[in-house]
């Protein structure tokens, strides 16, 4: 097999993005994955302007803006009484403030967009049913090694093989935290939803003591996306046996009627437990790296882990043209950037889960009386997610309309 001169380990949102960011600096590259085919699962996904800037960047986001939804609001409901505690606008202040507009989308159609635009590159080639189990280099070069034993060689190599990640542990024998909740996806026609119509324009987040539901609109509002999260009581590790859909019915229990009917919706075969990784503070060893969840696997309460996989193959893409000679530098440099930030947002999803599924009525009361104070303008708190500095300085920030 001609040598390439990347090996990317992991056909997903963030594997592709770092075929772009290689392409982008003539170089090729070799997209290993575990599946028979490539594609993805699960259902909607929201991306802020710390991403969207980077999918502008990569020359995706026209295609994109073709299937996705704008928002025009966050909005945060308490799960039992339907009041709504919160609200962020994503309109003209929002776009004026960070430069680029807040989607969310069906994760398949990210997903193919990103696949295309790789193969349009003519620079990124593609392999399936190979589930990558060791990784080794010398002078020659990076060479990794499938379950069925093939092998593959390159001038450097990227794992973006996920929360689950082999390459990760060419650096880190640590195992992925379950955070004991579980959650619970899909996706259906818009019609079968309970919403008044000014509703199908906000990304819905219900909360509750432990638990919440998050709706939005995909596929330019042809269907809806919803995903249930709770915290499992019979958490049993290395069990299937916690977290079942009967016990999601009884954790929402007495929710609002329109959450209620929602769950009537939901896929109940599949459950997805949620893990997150603890920050490790190296990714390199001379010519391998890594990005993504194999980095930095987070929890999804900031609906953040698809945006700073993108916002790593953008600094990748940077780093590759500073150092177009020496893989070991460019990623050294990249480590250095993208560590402390992902840490920060790691360490930050875990606290918005804490605040967001309170369950003290006196830590409750004090969240929602600080949610009801902020108005729907007031940006702070999401600064540092979405004004990265990184992100907007490669592009000019500009007002859509």
Same mark, same amino acid.
């Given at each position: 097999?001609?040598? !390439?001169?990347?090996?990317?380990?992991?056909?997903?949102?963030? /594997?592709?993005?770092?075929?772009?960011?290689?392409?982008?600096? /003539?170089?090729?590259?070799?997209?290993?994955?575990?599946?028979?085919?490539?594609?993805?699962?699960?259902?909607?996904?929201?991306?802020?302007?710390?991403?969207?800037?980077?999918?502008?960047? &990569?020359?995706?986001? $026209?295609?994109?803006? *073709?299937?996705?939804? +704008?928002?025009?609001? =966050? #909005?945060? *409901?308490?799960?039992? !009484?339907?009041?709504?505690?919160?609200?962020?606008?994503?309109?003209?202040? +929002?776009l004026e403030r960070y430069g680029h507009p807040y989607i969310v989308l069906h994760r398949a159609d990210l997903h193919r967009i990103l696949f295309e635009a790789c193969v349009r590159t003519g620079k990124v080639t593609f392999v399936n049913n190979?589930?990558? #189990?060791?990784?080794?280099?010398?002078?020659?070069?990076?060479?990794? !090694?499938?379950?069925?034993?093939?092998?593959?060689?390159?001038?450097?190599?990227?794992?973006?093989?996920?929360?689950?990640?082999? %390459?990760?542990?060419? &650096?880190?024998?640590?195992?992925?935290?379950?955070?004991?909740?579980?959650?619970?996806?899909?996706?259906?026609?818009?019609?079968? %939803?309970?919403?008044?119509?000014?509703?199908?324009?906000? #990304?819905?987040?219900?909360?509750?003591?432990?638990?919440?539901?998050?709706?939005?609109?995909?596929?330019?509002?042809?269907?809806?996306?919803?995903?249930?999260?709770?915290?499992?009581?019979?958490?049993?590790?290395?069990?299937?046996?916690?977290?079942?859909?009967?016990?999601?019915?009884?954790?929402?229990?007495?929710?609002?009627?329109?959450?209620?009917?929602?769950?009537? +919706?939901?896929?109940?075969?599949?459950?997805?437990?949620?893990?997150?990784?603890?920050?490790?503070?190296?990714?390199?060893?001379?010519?391998?790296? =890594? =990005?993504?969840?194999?980095?930095?696997?987070?929890?999804?309460? =900031?609906?953040?882990?698809g945006c700073q996989a993108l916002e790593d193959a953008s600094y990748l893409a940077d780093m590759l043209k500073q150092y177009p000679n020496d893989y070991e530098k460019a990623f050294l440099a990249y480590q250095k950037e993208r560590i402390p930030?992902?840490?920060?947002?790691?360490?930050?999803?875990?606290?918005?889960?804490?605040?967001?599924?309170?369950? $003290?009525?006196?830590?409750?009361?004090?969240?929602?009386?600080? &949610?009801?104070?902020?108005?729907?303008?007031?940006?702070?708190?999401?600064?540092?997610?979405?004004?990265?500095?990184? !992100?907007?300085?490669?592009?000019?920030?500009?007002?859509?309309?």
């Amino acid at each position: 097999m001609t040598k !390439t001169d990347l090996i990317i380990v992991g056909g997903g949102i963030g /594997g592709l993005a770092a075929a772009l960011a290689a392409a982008e600096n /003539g170089k090729t590259s070799m997209v290993l994955e575990r599946a028979p085919e490539f594609g993805e699962v699960g259902a909607g996904i929201q991306l802020a302007p710390n991403a969207t800037s980077v999918l502008k960047r &990569f020359g995706v986001m $026209d295609e994109i803006e *073709k299937v996705a939804v +704008f928002p025009k609001r =966050l #909005v945060l *409901k308490d799960v039992y !009484t339907g009041e709504e505690l919160s609200a962020m606008d994503l309109g003209q202040a +929002f776009l004026e403030r960070y430069g680029h507009p807040y989607i969310v989308l069906h994760r398949a159609d990210l997903h193919r967009i990103l696949f295309e635009a790789c193969v349009r590159t003519g620079k990124v080639t593609f392999v399936n049913n190979q589930t990558i #189990v060791s990784i080794n280099q010398d002078s020659s070069g990076v060479t990794v !090694t499938s379950e069925s034993g093939d092998t593959f060689t390159a001038d450097a190599a990227i794992g973006a093989d996920g929360i689950r990640s082999n %390459i990760r542990k060419y &650096f880190s024998d640590d195992e992925p935290v379950c955070s004991e909740y579980v959650a619970y996806r899909g996706t259906i026609p818009i019609e079968e %939803i309970q919403a008044e119509p000014h509703e199908l324009d906000d #990304v819905i987040m219900w909360i509750g003591p432990y638990l919440h539901l998050v709706q939005y609109p995909v596929r330019s509002k042809q269907l809806y996306n919803q995903v249930v999260v709770f915290k499992s009581y019979r958490y049993k590790e290395n069990s299937d046996d916690w977290g079942t859909p009967d016990e999601m019915e009884r954790r929402f229990k007495g929710s609002h009627p329109k959450v209620w009917h929602a769950l009537s +919706f939901i896929n109940r075969q599949f459950r997805w437990p949620m893990y997150d990784r603890v920050p490790i503070d190296n990714w390199t060893k001379g010519n391998v790296t =890594l =990005l993504g969840d194999a980095a930095h696997a987070m929890l999804q309460y =900031l609906a953040q882990g698809g945006c700073q996989a993108l916002e790593d193959a953008s600094y990748l893409a940077d780093m590759l043209k500073q150092y177009p000679n020496d893989y070991e530098k460019a990623f050294l440099a990249y480590q250095k950037e993208r560590i402390p930030r992902t840490a920060r947002v790691q360490r930050s999803a875990r606290t918005w889960g804490e605040i967001l599924h309170a369950a $003290d009525p006196i830590t409750i009361l004090l969240r929602n009386t600080i &949610f009801k104070q902020r108005t729907p303008q007031n940006y702070e708190a999401a600064d540092f997610l979405y004004n990265y500095e990184h !992100t907007t300085r490669k592009i000019k920030p500009k007002v859509l309309s």
